[in-house]
């Protein structure tokens, strides 16, 4: 499919434009990058406790807040996460030293704990069930300790509290993991002796806990070790075979052009206040290899027109194969960024970080196998005429 039919840019002569516009957005990065003393880690990184909580109503952060205060509990931040709708809640407990998984979920259960007295305190101190937290086992024994069928003694009664308890749940998980009325129950047939016996001895809590992710901090600079070393060398194997395949120039050019791309994306997070995450790792190392193969197919032409057009200069022979290739670059680059928009657009919080990257990633991708990495060529051939003169001229 031809998008540009006999396409004429002069590339390099835009090449200064393009690199105002690199060192502006490089500077921006950097300085945020010192502002805010590095790159925000998320915990994968640096170790802690992250808390996903769905309530009912429109959650109050505030007195979430207030209320984890009270208690002693040390959080670093508590927002607002994924779609308002949905009135879900990130807790971020503070980084402890302990590898020890109790040490790790006892933040998880303080601010269970706490929650409970601020948003359920009639039923925190009480026996009663909370079924929006409750777990399947002990939901079924609960059941089976209730006996609200009466079936003591018979034949399969554990089983059968058993699975309602999962029957239930599911129909929870179904909901939001929560249920906002016991009459909900009567969708998938529970017996109304069991929904009068919950009635009496649960309660419908206010809030429910989606997840709990806990990292070690030693597990979280391991993680940041492995993912620097897997980034740098791809960046060392990505050199050499370009190196092999083309000459050592094309190499230097191509992996300057790499540090251009995730240095800029690095940036972008920093401005607008992104997590580093294990899944942001994976999406820079899927932009190095989609950003070196648009890269690989400039230079590819590159070294095929040289060998035809001999007696033309490399800037004519860069802009000719920058302009042939066009076409190419548009329409892989563009159905790609429109696959990884729709991510970021719809595929909600757990994604974004992932599909922000890639969205950044590819634009200054390919923007950088035009203005960063061909550039390069021209810039190195230049030098080298200039070093021929001055031998020649210290030579005379």
Same mark, same amino acid.
């Given at each position: 499919m031809q998008l540009f039919k006999d396409v004429n840019v002069d590339w390099m002569s835009l090449r200064w434009v393009f690199m105002g516009l690199s060192i502006l957005l490089t500077v921006a990065?950097?300085?945020?990058?010192?502002?805010? +003393? +590095?790159?925000?880690?998320?915990?994968?990184?640096? %170790? *802690?406790?992250?808390?996903?909580?769905?309530?009912?109503?429109?959650?109050?952060? @505030?007195?979430?807040? !207030? %209320?984890?205060?009270?208690? +002693?509990?040390?959080? !670093? =931040?508590?927002?607002?996460?994924? @779609?308002?709708?949905?009135?879900?809640?990130?807790?971020? $407990?503070?980084?402890?030293?302990? !590898?020890?998984?109790?040490?790790?979920?006892? *933040?998880?259960?303080?601010?269970? =704990?706490?929650?409970?007295?601020?948003? &359920?305190?009639?039923?925190?101190?009480?026996?009663?069930?909370?079924?929006?937290?409750v777990g399947v086992d002990n939901f079924a024994s609960a059941l089976q300790t209730w006996d609200p069928e009466k079936l003591q003694g018979r034949v399969g009664a554990s089983e059968h509290y058993a699975q309602l308890a999962r029957d239930i749940l599911i129909l929870r998980a179904?909901?939001?993991?929560?249920?906002?009325?016991?009459?909900?129950?009567? %969708?998938?047939?529970?017996?109304?002796?069991?929904?009068?016996?919950?009635?009496? &001895?649960?309660?419908?809590?206010?809030?429910?806990?989606l997840s709990v992710e806990s990292v070690g901090p030693k597990v979280g600079r391991d993680l940041q070790s492995r993912?620097?070393?897997?980034?740098?060398?791809?960046?060392?194997?990505?050199?050499?075979?370009?190196?092999?395949?083309?000459?050592?120039?094309? +190499?230097?050019?191509?992996?300057?052009? $790499?540090?251009?791309?995730?240095?800029?994306?690095?940036?972008?997070?920093s401005l607008t206040n992104n997590e580093i995450t294990l899944t942001v790792v994976a999406a820079l190392l899927t932009l190095t290899g989609y950003s070196i193969? &648009?890269?690989?197919?400039?230079?590819?032409?590159?070294? !095929?027109?040289?060998? *035809?057009?001999?007696?033309?200069?490399?800037?004519?022979?860069?802009n000719m194969s920058i302009n042939q290739t066009l076409n190419r670059t548009v329409t892989t680059s563009g159905l790609t960024f429109l696959s990884v928009a729709a991510i970021y657009f719809f595929g909600g919080e757990v994604l974004s970080g992932f599909s922000f990257a890639l969205v950044i990633g590819i634009i200054v991708g390919t923007y950088s196998s035009i203005a960063i990495a061909a550039p390069m060529l021209v810039w190195w051939q230049s030098v080298l005429a200039h070093r021929k003169v001055a031998l020649r001229a210290y030579r005379a």
């Open positions: 990065g950097t300085f945020s990058l010192f502002i805010k +003393g +590095g790159p925000k880690l998320g915990v994968d990184f640096t %170790g *802690g406790t992250l808390v996903y909580v769905r309530f009912a109503k429109t959650p109050e952060i @505030e007195r979430i807040r !207030e %209320g984890l205060r009270v208690s +002693g509990i040390r959080v !670093e =931040e508590v927002t607002r996460y994924d @779609e308002p709708a949905k009135n879900e809640v990130q807790i971020k $407990l503070a980084r402890i030293e302990s !590898e020890q998984a109790e040490d790790l979920n006892l *933040g998880s259960n303080q601010i269970f =704990e706490s929650l409970r007295k601020v948003f &359920d305190p009639e039923n925190a101190a009480s026996a009663k069930v909370d079924l929006s937290n179904q909901k939001g993991g929560l249920l906002s009325d016991y009459e909900q129950l009567r %969708g998938i047939s529970v017996p109304q002796p069991v929904i009068d016996k919950l009635k009496q &001895d649960s309660y419908l809590g206010s809030f429910t806990v993912a620097r070393d897997a980034i740098l060398f791809s960046l060392l194997g990505m050199l050499v075979y370009i190196a092999f395949r083309f000459k050592f120039i094309y +190499g230097v050019a191509a992996i300057i052009a $790499l540090f251009h791309d995730v240095f800029i994306t690095l940036g972008f997070f193969n &648009d890269t690989i197919v400039v230079f590819d032409r590159i070294r !095929e027109n040289l060998k *035809g057009m001999r007696r033309e200069d490399l800037e004519s022979v860069v």
